[in-house]
């Protein structure tokens, strides 16, 4: 086992900045927090059959921020139903180009409003709202203007003259990219013709209610697009109800596996993005700066919460000193807290039971012989914070080179050949994405052939567009959202 050996003499504290940012943060005024939030369904907003509701709060600070509807069975019967008979009577029939115009309204006041839904998933979420504003809402916007493109051409997706949308789709989403995986979800099956029952994840309804709110504003006609907010139970009676054609699913590997027993033997028709544990994996040939940055983006984006995240560092053995040494300067450089101020680089870990998950995976790597380092970083008092954190002297077979932390948490490994990489990258149950840096393009080719990973990266890492396919193999799921792959989820074919 080639790794780096704990007890090697540390590298001089890198210097902190001689100099501090002013604090810059965007205006929360711009968004209007309601206390309260009821269910949308059939274009409208109503409280949960049951009155039953759950707070939601801000992970930066642990304020409450308002007050949501936690929709029981009745009230995905009536979800399901709404969606039924708008896609029987209304978003069914319509052609294409129709439905596109409604795409391509829903994309239009996404950037209208960029502003707003930005600042209200920085604080719903925790993340940065330098990638909230120029990651999360622009490529939101993205998918919606990229489906209704598709919406009166599917006939030339490749899948026959006239292909068919499937129905009613039921989409559970998770916490990490709240308004981005609802527009990876109601983006290509709107644009297919199915119509939507959406739940978003507890600790995140507030920008799925707000595009509600947007359905509502540009007139989508009603249940064409529903929202359910609720915990892991409404997910259930959302994905087991017997009148939804297709589920799917983004989330933890552990839900995904129920759901997939749950539709074995329906007819339903099914897609998982799952988790991963993949490798960003460095040649002594790459340009180590750019190397340095793409690791930085591929684990420290959205603080680790990324189920693509490079979260393994391969690193090649001649190259692993230089490689972490030039890590940790980089790393003191990050700049945790407020994720309104326009310079924070690290964001709140989501929720509560979000960080105990990555201390006790933390503490795993600690007790199990890897050496943890984090720069000086003092955490706000209040709210829910992990330091940027690398661990080297990490073997295979620790938990925190094998298990999904979803943190601010990497794993440095090292390997002495591309044969030894490529065992050690595909050496876990997930398959989701890895990360190729060297300068060689014959070597990127070759890797890449033999990556066992839905999405592959060379030089560069966590890259999205809406016209690239993304999914995963193994425990990772399958399906792919995106691109042409995407709409065949979405169409009966
Ligand atoms: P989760 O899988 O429980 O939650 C994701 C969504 O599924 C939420 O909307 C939740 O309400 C819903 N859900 C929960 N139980 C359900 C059920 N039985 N049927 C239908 N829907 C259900 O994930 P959680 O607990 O928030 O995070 C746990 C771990 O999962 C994380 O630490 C991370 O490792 C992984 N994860 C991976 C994600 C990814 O993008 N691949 C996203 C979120 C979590
Ligand atoms: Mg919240």
Excluded at 469 to 476: K, L
Aim: proline share 8%.
């Amino acid at each position: 086992m080639s790794a780096i050996e704990p007890t090697r003499a540390a590298p001089a504290e890198p210097d902190a900045l001689p100099w501090e940012y002013a604090p810059a943060p965007e205006s929360r005024d711009i968004v209007t927090i309601a206390p309260e939030y009821g269910l949308f369904i059939d274009g409208e907003f109503r409280p949960a059959a049951g009155g039953a509701t759950f707070a939601t709060v801000n992970p930066a600070s642990e304020e409450r921020l308002a007050e949501v509807a936690e929709a029981g069975p009745a009230d995905v019967d009536a979800a399901v139903a709404a969606a039924r008979r708008a896609y029987d009577r209304i978003w069914g029939p319509m052609p294409g180009a129709e439905r596109a115009k409604y795409l391509y309204r829903i994309a239009r006041v996404l950037q209208e409003r960029a502003r707003e839904f930005a600042v209200l998933e920085s604080l719903d979420n925790g993340k940065p709202i330098r990638e909230s504003r120029d990651v999360d809402i622009p490529l939101a916007a993205a998918h919606f203007f990229y489906h209704a493109g598709w919406a009166d051409k599917l006939e030339y997706a490749g899948f026959g003259p006239d292909p068919r949308p499937l129905g009613v789709a039921g989409q559970v989403i998770p916490w990490n990219f709240p308004l981005l995986m609802a527009a990876w979800k109601l983006a290509p099956a709107l644009a297919a013709g199915n119509t939507c029952v959406l739940k978003p994840a507890e600790t995140t309804p507030l920008t799925a209610l707000l595009l509600a709110e947007v359905c509502q504003q540009i007139g989508l006609p009603a249940g064409v697009v529903n929202v359910l907010t609720g915990a892991g139970e409404t997910g259930a009676a959302l994905v087991g109800h017997p009148d939804v054609d297709k589920v799917a699913f983004t989330g933890s590997t552990e839900v995904g596996k129920q759901i997939a027993e749950a539709a074995a033997g329906t007819r339903k028709k099914l897609t998982l993005e799952l988790g991963g544990k993949a490798a960003n994996i460095v040649f002594d040939d790459a340009p180590v700066e750019q190397a340095i940055e793409g690791i930085v983006n591929g684990i420290f984006f959205n603080q680790g919460h990324v189920c693509c995240a490079g979260s393994r560092l391969l690193v090649q053995e001649s190259v692993a000193d230089i490689v972490v040494e030039r890590l940790q300067r980089r790393l003191t450089t990050l700049r945790l807290g407020d994720p309104l101020d326009k310079n924070t680089d690290i964001g709140a870990i989501n929720s509560r039971q979000q960080l105990d998950k990555i201390n006790e995976l933390s503490a795993a790597g600690d007790a199990e012989g890897a050496r943890r380092w984090s720069p000086p970083c003092p955490l706000p008092e209040r709210g829910y914070w992990f330091p940027p954190t690398l661990f080297t002297g990490v073997s295979q077979s620790y938990r925190i080179a094998r298990e999904e932390i979803f943190g601010p948490v990497l794993s440095v490994l090292t390997f002495r050949t591309p044969e030894e990489a490529v065992a050690k990258a595909n050496n876990t149950p997930y398959g989701l994405s890895a990360g190729i840096w060297t300068d060689k393009g014959s070597r990127i080719l070759w890797m890449a052939q033999r990556m066992r990973a839905g999405v592959v990266w060379a030089n560069t890492y966590n890259r999205f567009d809406p016209a690239s396919p993304f999914g995963g193999y193994q425990e990772s799921g399958f399906g792919r959202e995106g691109g042409r792959h995407g709409l065949e989820a979405y169409l009966d074919v």
